[in-house]
């Protein structure tokens, strides 16, 4: 009967490609720029992705007792306890019940497991704990991080892959104990490195902490971060925290969001730095779910925190660990997704060695060298693999001029004195940023300007007074930021492949009543006008939407630049995940997400334009579209940073 069955699952998988290759879409991807963006990489600095000179040690710790993981039963250099968690990870009897069966404990004595990547050196080193998110939990996850491991051990971090692999298969609602399970990790640690004779004595730098996590775990580091502060859990406060860690940074891979939600409110998250990346082909989190925290997640006070996202054209789910790798969705990626798509897995991993190293000498060694790489891409260069990204960056030291959160004014921005001013626009409106999930946004309002410059009425050749988006300053607030040559503005473009109808011509009332008369009578004897076509949907743009930067001084004087100056300027990039010719289309609303792209724009850049502009008497921002006559945007978050 087994084998019966199985030839059966067989002849299924096989009847099932054959009928898939009949309807398969032809294999699509969007052409690269990667040869020219990436072509000059400025960072002098050592490649944060490569191999360091430190010699790299191993070690289990774990409960000694685990029945299904040899290595935490029988490999192991410490031995820790177990912990009860069944107020975060609820299971109803029968659930626990079965667990129980197959794991010998339930969620009232989690075992605190995990494999230890580590310097040989003295130290003391900065501590890194990664965490995997839902996979079969008989296909063990953990040790899929080894490649981060032996990276950041030989540059100088303990990285510490967690076990969590009781907490996955078909559970729900269980995040919050996922992150309560990484704060309960770093009291290990703090054991660990506290007591003489005990492994790691000594050798832990307890007040450099950095969290990371994948999928489900990528939303468990949020949640740690936030109840790392928190004195008691939100949802049953008879749970008293007691954690306060000195953890500075959070990295989250292809998160999900919103699975737990502390007190029915979305995760919040503030002054720690926070990375998030995530795949256009991921066949799992199939929208960038991450950027909600990002766009939630705040800075209270100056400092030398920071946040990115970063989008990775051709990643998919499950490279960023080994034992998925391209099985986003186990067998069903085989047979559903458009595997020929995907970037080579060892090249989505050495981004993710570039940019994780990058991020963790920044934030846990203080290298302000390596991020130059989170505010412009470009300056990695040959670091990172040939595809194309779209980088989001903000950081402590930054005010924020307008971010289109506060009110349903559209002329008023964030800080007093800023006013917002539209001039010949086709489309200006504010609204919530939609992403590639029918369902759902980036819960984050961005501005939508479009603009349509061709020449109207009887004359066909002079070209129109191009449309402009201006941001003033009062004087009392371009004196308050003391703006100098070290500052850089900072804005959020995202593209978009509509093209605006002609501007609306204001009607002409000056002419008298007769005038009118005699128009009319002229009109009766002319030729009637060719029937216009019925409106029908827009026609998409081919031409990227470029527009020119103008900073005006309180003496009026004035210096421009193009936005492709500072970056990259693109058409929506548009992405397949599927492999059924038609799916992706009748999956999403838009086959390109809409994420934007934060560019930073050096105030001494316009210096060098114009050298008798005074940036410290800043009056004007002005986006003015120029440089091709009709096209649309979406603005989000105009700032200046201040010099690090």
Known sequence: MALRAAALKVATLAATALGLGACAQPLTIAPSDAGTVLARRSITAPNPGE???QRVGFLYYGSGKDRRRPEFRDSITYRTGTVDASPYARMEPAVAKSRKKYWGYDNTAFPLNARVWYPEGPGPFPLVLVVHGNHDMTEFSDPGYQWLGELLASRGFILASIDENFLNGGIRGENDARGWMLLKHLEVFRALNDSAGKPLAGKVDMSRIALMGHSRGGEAVAIAGAFNRLPAYPDDATQRFN???????????APVDGQYRPAEQPTPVHDYSYLVIHGSHDGDVTSFMGLTQYNRFRFTRPGPEFKSAIWMHRANHGQWNTVWND???GDYSVRALQLKALIDGEEQRRFGRVVIGGFLEATLNGRDEYRIMFRDHRSAGDWLPPTMYLTRYADARSQMLATF?????VSTGSLPGVRLQGDS???WRESDMPSRSRAATFRSNAVTLGWNNTPAGRDTTTPRWPARFSVTLSDSLSRALSLT?????LLTVGTTDQKPGPRRVPRDTSKSDSTKRDTTKRASTAKAPTKRPAAGKPAKDTVPPDFTLELEDADGRVARLPLSTFG?????IESYIYRRRGRDKSQFPTLAEPIMQT???PLSAFRDANASLDVARLRALRLVFDRKPVGSIQLDDIGVSRPE
């Open 243 to 253: 954690f306060n860690f000195n953890i500075k940074a959070l990295v989250a891979i």
């Open 405 to 409: 959160e506060e009110d349903v004014d």
């Open 485 to 489: 040559s070290q500052h850089a503005l």
């Open 51 to 53: 191999k360091g000179t």
């Open 327 to 329: 099985r986003d969705n």
């Open 425 to 427: 626009l086709s489309t």
């Open 599 to 601: 560019y930073v724009a």
């Open 568 to 572: 990259a300027v693109r058409l929506p």
